[in-house]
């Protein structure tokens, strides 16, 4: 965008706007590091399980078979599960701004053309950083679903044995 010497007069908030440039990345990035939390204890919580479940299986009834069609399909949905977790937590990367660039490209602003551009940015990568929440929101919500398939067939498995 080129300056216009009667923009700063017709758009005065961006002052007011610039304060919340650095908070927005702050803000974003605590809702990045939940929702991959999420996927992470998700992820603990179902080997935890998946780990004891037969143990304990095994204990109660030391005749049953691992090899049930129930059993199986309990175990491709673990794996399902951890899949999606994995994708999850390694795809995608919080998007900040790039010093060097302002470096290289943005000293020569004036102060308010900086921070009209330090705000247009600063909106662009909320709206890929809100993406890539939402995208790890999904695949908690897919892995969640993934766990409860796995618990339903380990409890046919065990109760059908």
């Known amino acids: 965008m080129t300056d216009d010497s009667t923009f700063p007069a017709k758009y005065p908030g961006v002052f007011v706007a610039y304060d919340f440039v650095i908070p927005s990345y702050g803000w974003m ?95 662009d990568h909320f709206a890929t950083n809100r993406r890539l929440v939402e995208k790890k929101w999904w695949i908690a919500v897919w892995m969640l679903g993934a766990f409860l398939v796995e618990l339903l067939f380990l409890f046919a498995w065990f109760v059908t044995a």
């Not at 004891?52 to 009834?61: G, T, V």
């Not at 199986?72 to 919080?94: P, S, T, Y």
Request: charged share 20%.
């Open 29 to 123: 990035l605590a809702r990045v590091e939940a929702a991959e939390s999420r996927i992470h204890i998700l992820q603990v919580f179902a080997v935890s399980l998946t780990f004891a479940a037969p143990a304990a299986a095994k204990s109660l009834d030391p005749a049953i078979s691992f090899t049930a069609g129930r059993f199986v399909i309990a175990m491709v949905a673990f794996v399902g599960l951890m899949v999606l977790g994995m994708w999850g937590r390694v795809d995608g990367a919080v998007k900040v701004a790039d010093p060097s660039k302002l470096r290289e490209q943005w000293l020569h602003l004036s102060e308010w053309e900086f921070k009209k551009n330090a705000v247009w940015w600063a909106g």
